[in-house]
């Protein structure tokens, strides 16, 4: 019973930041995109456009929320709901700070510890590719058909270097368990082990995000906005929510595995949490706003013949060095 | 052990019905006014010619499918880089058995021109 209830409030409390992050990530996009194309971004509604968020979030709920004719009704509903229910299941396994007592009972600041913790994420990040497929599929709309199969491709096809470049972090650390990660990580970073690791993880997980400059599912200028094209009202929110989730966690697993999480010197765990999440979030938005967006058979091409072999040669090269 | 899992069904429950309730609220209180143009498919303001689901070049099918292989070979890797330490010298030569013919599949497949896209 207290271990429900103890779930149930650690539960609330941190999906409660954690939309509230996902919120404050679209004004933070903007100002820095703003800024970065020099003009002030947002910043009518409140002081610094502080209020944004909220006002975009209303306005959503009050838009039609329209169905195209021709939309297969069921799966154009489900989709988005799928995109970013997954997105946001991803926060369960992710370790935030250590342990702290409150009334005498020590809490753990993370919602649980799966031995499975970085199979649960690519699972849960794999269900995410539905909801773009089916929303694109179910649009019965020739951009949302392309968007979607190009998504699809794009994704499975970063995943498999996706999960080949965290491979060389698990054999450091022996365990999928991302809180052991992070303990063993209590002396030297897993980033100085695994370099090249770290920045094939980006580079991945940029591609998996879809995001510039492998934003090619929803290329603005020959797809119009790709596999949500048809969406309006709340559904488009909630796509884009999952966007936004999806790049929040994916910055935040990073830390774990490879800038040593929560720990840090001086600072209490949960605040270094987040500022290495920020610097790596930050990074995203600002390269956005920096690279132009690839070809898609570029895109592929560096997929299978560049980024594939290059994590299959860090594994091998990371075991021979681990074995002598 | 399973009581690790009852936070992350505690979750997936909230997740699910914030998604529930955005959608049912905004058809709640969103206007409804469809039209015959608002509910034909969004293209360049022409009619749109022809059915809205394509077909779909097969290379994306050859990619679905070379994913499949290459990630279950993947998988495979979890749990031997979960053991390593413990397997030492054996598991490392193992593993490099299981790569090389991994890798003679890769090549295989690179030069029957399945990654090609042009």
């Known amino acids: 019973m207290a271990l429900l209830i103890e779930s149930v409030v650690k539960v609330i409390v941190v999906f409660g930041i954690f939309m509230g992050c996902v919120a404050y990530m679209t004004l933070l996009e903007r100002k820095v995109l703003g800024r970065v194309q020099v003009r002030f971004g947002p910043n009518r509604v409140g002081p610094f456009g502080l209020w944004q968020p909220i006002a975009d979030g209303i306005k959503a709920f009050f838009k039609e929320d329209l169905i195209p004719a021709n939309a297969d009704k069921p799966i154009f509903i489900l989709a988005p709901m799928i995109t970013v229910a997954s997105a946001l299941c991803l926060i369960a396994v992710i370790p935030f700070g250590d342990k702290i007592t409150l009334f005498g009972h020590t809490i753990y600041l993370r919602i649980t510890d799966?031995?499975?913790?970085?199979?649960?994420?690519?699972?849960?990040?794999?269900?995410?590719?539905?909801?773009?497929?089916?929303?694109?599929?179910?649009?019965?709309?020739?951009?949302?058909?392309?968007?979607?199969?190009?998504?699809?491709?794009?994704?499975?096809?970063?995943?498999?270097?996706?999960?080949?470049?965290?491979?060389?972090?698990?054999?450091?650390?022996?365990?999928?368990?991302?809180?052991?990660?992070?303990?063993?990580?209590?002396h030297m970073w897993n980033v100085v082990y695994q370099p090249f690791a770290f920045i094939f993880y980006m580079v991945c997980a940029l591609a998996e995000i879809n995001r510039t400059p492998f934003d090619m599912p929803e290329a603005e200028a020959e797809l119009a906005c790709g596999y949500n094209i048809e969406y309006s009202s709340m559904k488009f929110a909630l796509f884009f929510m999952g966007e936004y989730a999806h790049l929040v966690v994916v910055c935040a697993v990073a830390t774990t595995l490879f800038l040593g999480g929560w720990q840090g010197p001086f600072l209490p765990?949960?605040?270094?949490?987040?500022?290495?999440?920020?610097?790596?979030?930050?990074?995203?938005?600002?390269?956005?706003?920096?690279?132009?967006?690839?070809?898609y058979d570029q895109i592929m091409h560096f997929g299978w013949k560049i980024l594939l072999p290059l994590t299959l040669a860090n594994v091998v090269v990371t075991a021979i060095v681990m074995a002598l | 052990m399973l009581k690790a899992y009852l936070p992350v069904l505690i979750l997936v429950l909230v997740a699910a019905g914030f998604a529930a309730f955005a959608v049912v609220a905004s058809y709640l209180l969103g206007q409804h006014k469809p039209t015959r143009v608002k509910m034909a498919p969004y293209e360049c303001g022409i009619a749109s010619p022809g059915y809205g689901r394509t077909r779909i070049p097969l290379r994306y099918y050859?990619?679905?499918?070379?994913?499949?292989?290459?990630?279950?070979?993947?998988?495979?890797?979890?749990?031997?880089?979960?053991?390593?330490?413990?397997?030492?010298?054996?598991?490392?030569?193992?593993?490099?058995?299981?790569?090389?013919?991994?890798l003679v599949g890769y090549i295989y497949v690179w030069k029957k021109g399945a990654l090609e896209w042009d």
């Open chain 1, 114 to 186: 799966l031995d499975v913790g970085i199979l649960y994420l690519f699972a849960f990040a794999s269900i995410g590719e539905y909801g773009v497929v089916l929303g694109g599929w179910a649009s019965g709309n020739k951009y949302g058909v392309i968007g979607a199969m190009r998504a699809a491709a794009q994704m499975i096809s970063y995943e498999l270097a996706l999960s080949l470049s965290v491979i060389g972090v698990i054999m450091i650390s022996g365990s999928l368990s991302l809180s052991v990660i992070v303990e063993k990580q209590a």
């Open chain 1, 269 to 295: 765990g949960v605040l270094w949490f987040l500022i290495k999440t920020f610097v790596l979030v930050f990074f995203c938005i600002w390269e956005r706003g920096t690279f132009p967006r690839l070809r």
């Open chain 2, 62 to 102: 050859t990619v679905a499918m070379l994913f499949l292989l290459f990630d279950l070979e993947v998988v495979f890797l979890y749990p031997w880089a979960v053991t390593f330490k413990k397997l030492g010298l054996f598991g490392l030569v193992e593993m490099m058995v299981f790569i090389g013919i991994l």
